[in-house]
């Protein structure tokens, strides 16, 4: 069974930083499935953050996080990491992690989620 579980959220201030974690369990992040983050915005649909390909450790990011964010993933210890720095209030939303078949593709897994908030 495939489990993802997040971890790592919380409340910061504009400026900022949060390291999220995605613990893995079922499958592997470097040989099946790709590692996504989304977020999604209280009254607005859930979007692409980052993601980080399997295959080749590509790492694709949204142009509001570019420069911000750092997506990485520890094969050994079959996690994954989203570090967010100069984190802004817009950055404000629940953060799930997920298993893709690749990056742009189906979703496999999510994550419960985990909240963050960043307050101005």
């Known amino acids: 069974e495939v489990q993802l579980v997040e971890s790592g959220g919380g409340l910061v201030q504009a400026g900022g930083s949060l390291t999220l974690s995605c613990a893995a369990s079922g499958f592997t992040f470097d040989d099946d499935y790709a590692l996504g983050w989304f977020r999604q915005a209280p009254g607005k649909e859930r979007e692409g953050v980052s993601c980080i390909s399997s295959s080749d450790g590509s790492t694709y990011y949204a142009d509001s996080v570019k420069g911000r964010f750092t997506i990485s993933r520890s094969n050994a210890k079959n996690t994954g990491y989203l570090q967010m720095n100069s984190l802004k209030p817009e950055d404000t939303a629940v953060y799930y992690c997920?298993?893709?078949?690749?990056?742009?593709?189906?979703?496999?897994?999510w994550g419960q989620g985990t909240q963050v908030t960043v307050s101005s």
């Open positions: 997920a298993a893709l078949y690749y990056c742009s593709g189906p979703v496999h897994s």
